[in-house]
Structures are given as structure tokens and as C-alpha cells.
């Protein structure tokens, strides 16, 4: 007698393999990238400068879950270094970069001399393009933000400043599991990105300046 293979079970089993799949898929592209991106060699060793990259407040302009997260992985990666928070202050409110800044400094215990903010980028490229004098006082430089977000960081940085991106150094940015949704957001972000870079030829500036780049979708 043939078992039964119509029911639940059978449609279960390969959703939870597809499941998996996905989540091993996304973990997979984030632990890449945390290894890529690195001119100079993946160096060791704690950074002297972080640049933590902006992402939009919530709408009351409290602090947003991927600011809390990149922030986090800013203050973990060096217990001495100095923290650039980048990131544009909207028509009312306080800027992403004061934001996060003050997260680090009342939450996480970051003293006040430690930290420093540019807020007038309103895009990636100008988290880069708007620190650079900040990042050259650095012997070692390190990005803050999903493991994703931060690659397409040091390649605009190698763009710009190739002296300077052969000082990056890792931040601490992956870890397996961790914020997983957001990891996943960011992955399909960029390959929407990608997409339309290669349907629509643009230069990396330009298309994230129309419309916010990143401000619309949960960087990180």
C-alpha cells in the first residue's frame, strides 16, 4: 500500500527547507561581506576612528531600531576610538547623526569627547564624500552599519579616497543571527539597487541622492 503523500507534511517539509534556505542565504551574503572591502588587506586590531552611517528616525524622531543597531556595533568595536555619526537633520526635528550620538553617549556609556557629528548627508556617498578630514585623522578606519551596507561604503571610499581606504579595518558588524529581518531588508535592498543601476546606468552619487537613497528602506 503507497503512503499517503497529499497532507500538511508534505507541504510543510519544503517550506521549512525553503525557510532555512532563506535565512542561511542571507546570513551567507552578510558574512561575505563583512570580509570584503578591504584595499589595504583585512587588517586586525581595534580602529582609532568609527564612521557610524545614518539611517532616518523614526517619525516622532526617537531613535530608529537600525540606528540602535549600528550604533551598537560602533561602540563594540573600539572601546577607544573616535565615533563619526553621519546622517541629515530633517525641516523640524534633530538630526540622525544627533540621535544616534546620544544614544551612544546616555545608553551606552560613550563619553562625550569621544564623539563627533556631520549632519548634513542625506545619502551614503555623502556619509563618505562629508568626512573624509575626519576619516584622515585616522591610522585606522572602520564603517558602521550591516555588514552589506558597510562594503558599499568602502568601495565609495575607495572611490574617493583610495589613500585612504587602505587603512579600513573591520568593525564588528556580523554576527550570525543577529537582527536577521533587517539583514534581510538590506540584502534585498541592494540587489533591487544593483538592478536598477544596471537597467538604468547612474553613477553611485547620483542614484542615491534621488529620493534619500536609503531613507526609504530599513538600511542595515
Known sequence: MRART?????VLGPGLLAAAATVLAVELVHAVAARCGFPGGRRGGEPDVVLVLGHPSRRDGTLHPVQRWRTEIAVRSSSSALLVF?????????????????????????????????????????????????????????????????????????RLRPDLAARLVPADDYRPGERWGWKAATVLYDGARSLRLRVGPATAETSEVAGRGEAGAPQG
Open 86 to 158: 553621519s546622517g541629515y537633520a530633517p525641516a523640524r526635528g534633530r538630526s540622525e547623526a544627533a540621535v544616534m550620538a546620544e544614544h551612544a553617549r546616555r545608553v551606552l556609556g560613550v563619553a562625550p569627547g569621544r564623539l563627533r557629528r556631520e549632519e548634513a548627508a542625506t545619502s551614503t556617498w555623502d556619509n563618505i564624500a562629508f568626512t573624509l578630514d575626519d576619516l584622515a585623522a585616522g591610522s585606522r578606519i572602520a564603517i558602521a552599519s550591516s555588514p552589506v551596507h558597510a562594503l558599499r561604503a568602502r568601495r565609495y571610499l575607495r
Open 6 to 10: 497529499n497532507g500538511p507534511g508534505a
